[in-house]
């Protein structure tokens, strides 16, 4: 006799897009190069986040000490 628990239901995907989702992940049709290419892309990210992370301090220490002097 076979019993259905709650946790056999939550393994299946719930909507048609996690099923859609989880077909593109799957890394059979994918270019050879997509790792180059996402690579490529996340060093891209990093350069923005930590270039706009500088930019941001650089403002602020300048506001502050116009702000210093002015006072």
Known sequence: ???????DFQVA??????AVSLRRTRSTHRSPFSEVRDARRQHM????AVST????VTVAASAAIVLTLTA
């Open 53 to 56: 992370g500088i930019l941001t």
């Open 45 to 48: 990210l990093q350069v923005a």
């Open 1 to 7: 006799m076979t019993t259905i628990t709650a946790t």
């Open 13 to 18: 995907p719930r909507t048609s897009h996690d």
